[in-house]
């Protein structure tokens, strides 16, 4: 292969900005929507589930609702990964923002089960349904997007970009929440209080689908298909070609969305139901503890670039390996000070994760299949572990009536996470994505790339001698 420095992708920082804001926005959208239905989901299993005369069995009738619409997810990454391979990244995630809103609202104007019976849970499943497929091509879409726009040596902070949105969408959401609980009383918040955010959802939608219209499709998309019009792999020879990278992706995927969904959605309800901390309080303190994750995600996404997604990854499994024990039991103290400690300690790991990931995950596959690999994949296992924690963390304490049981469940998946990370994965930081040429933002960075091009490709040793590559 001969290395033609004309094919070098150069970016606008102005414009990549702009990008991972407008992806971000959407994120935000996603994960507002998640965080309303944690926060309420009390409020929810009460409105929908009322012929259920077991609380605690409402809340997981609640919380299968959530996992259920998961499973969606895989379907519309395989649609909206076929056709952000085919036709562009910005045609779906253009989509995505749209049907999110939308099902977003329909659930703030859903009528209860007292007014239409079964119905009204049904409903709530369709739109969650219609949440689950949107999301399927989003998220997947939203890292690819930014990956791909970004420079090489800046593609983990650029891509902390999108997790900082979903911090952004929590924060917003558990605000809303907070302010409804702290302004209205528990009648009101039951009769009408909670549909409030989700109708306020609608406006933030339309936000994001005008910034994201006037986006530019990503320049090694653009470079891909100019010289690529060869009819795309199915997804059988995908997973001949491409074992080993599924393998990882679809392991990173699982810790890293454990944890997240451990923290960000089932911690509102633990701490409501099984250590008894108001929804107040527990509200307040996760989202303090998500403000001071904002700059974390972007340190460990600057850290990333530095010393390699590998590391950083590396550090958060082993981190939650050793402490995830340690935090639930200062959360079961059930003082606040130790309380906030043990919130902290896993959002402090979770950080690492949203500071690499983002970049980690599009570099694990080829530009021509990324986004319908990543697509698929990400949300196979999102559906099966990251969807199911809430219900899994509450069956499980509920079955062994040990308020730890869910730490253990945490610290065996990052004991895996760890194991795979430090075998089976190459650090890609600073490394042009597979199958592309370099990203750079600046000249210096140009030069370099053509004067040292085994340095700014990924291609391991062998692939590098198999190609042979060249400078022109």
């Not at 045609?91 to 007292?114: K, R």
């Amino acid at each position: 292969m001969k290395f033609n420095k004309n094919k070098i992708n150069v970016v606008d920082m102005k414009k990549t900005k702009k990008s991972v804001y407008a992806t971000g926005i959407g994120n935000a959208m996603e994960w507002f929507d998640f965080g309303l239905y944690s926060y309420l989901a009390i409020i929810i299993s009460k409105n929908f589930f009322t012929s259920v005369e077991n609380d605690e069995l409402k809340l997981v009738f609640t919380f299968a609702t959530f996992a259920i619409a998961f499973l969606m997810r895989p379907i519309g990454g395989i649609i909206f990964g076929r056709i952000g391979d085919r036709l562009g990244r910005k045609t779906v995630l253009t989509t995505t923002i749209v049907l999110m809103a939308a099902s977003t609202l329909i659930i703030g104007l859903l009528p209860t089960y007292d007014q239409i019976g079964i119905w009204a849970p049904i409903l709530l499943l369709i739109a969650r349904i219609i949440q689950g497929f949107s999301t399927g091509g989003e998220y997947a879409g939203a890292m690819v997007y930014i990956a791909e726009s970004s420079p090489d040596n800046r593609r983990s902070v650029l891509g902390s970009g999108l997790e900082i949105g979903t911090l952004a969408g929590y924060i917003l959401a558990s605000l809303l929440a907070s302010g409804l609980f702290i302004g209205l009383s528990d009648a009101q918040m039951q009769a009408w209080g909670w549909r409030i955010p989700f109708i306020l959802g609608a406006p933030l939608g339309l936000v994001g689908l005008y910034l994201r219209r006037n986006l530019d499709e990503s320049p090694i998309f653009e470079n891909e298909i100019s010289e690529n019009e060869e009819k795309p792999e199915s997804f059988i020879s995908i997973i001949q070609n491409h074992k080993k990278d599924i393998i990882v992706c679809f392991i990173a995927v699982a810790f890293f969305n454990i944890t997240n969904y451990m923290l960000l959605s089932y911690m509102p309800s633990y701490l409501d139901e099984v250590i008894g901390i108001s929804s107040t309080v527990s509200t307040v303190l996760i989202t303090s503890v998500m403000i001071v994750m904002v700059p974390l995600a972007f340190f460990f996404g600057r850290l990333s670039d530095k010393i390699g997604n590998k590391k950083v990854v590396l550090m958060g499994t082993f981190g939650l390996t050793a402490t995830s024990l340690l935090a639930f039991h200062f959360m079961g103290l059930n003082q606040l000070m130790f309380v906030s400690l043990g919130i902290f300690i896993l959002g402090f790991f979770l950080s690492t994760y949203e500071g690499a990931m983002p970049s980690l995950l599009p570099s694990i596959f080829y530009t021509d299949v990324r986004y319908r690999t990543l697509a698929v994949t990400f949300n196979v296992s999102v559906s099966i572990f990251g969807g199911t924690t809430p219900l899994v963390s509450t069956w499980l304490v509920h079955a062994t009536q040990n308020p730890l049981a869910p730490a253990y469940y945490l610290t065996a998946v990052s004991i895996i996470g760890f194991l795979t990370i430090l075998v089976l994965f190459e650090t890609t930081s600073g490394k042009a994505l597979k199958g592309s040429y370099p990203t750079v933002s600046s000249e210096k960075d140009f030069e370099h790339a053509v004067e040292n091009p085994k340095d700014s490709l990924w291609w391991n040793e062998q692939e590098l001698q198999e190609n042979k590559v060249k400078t022109d």
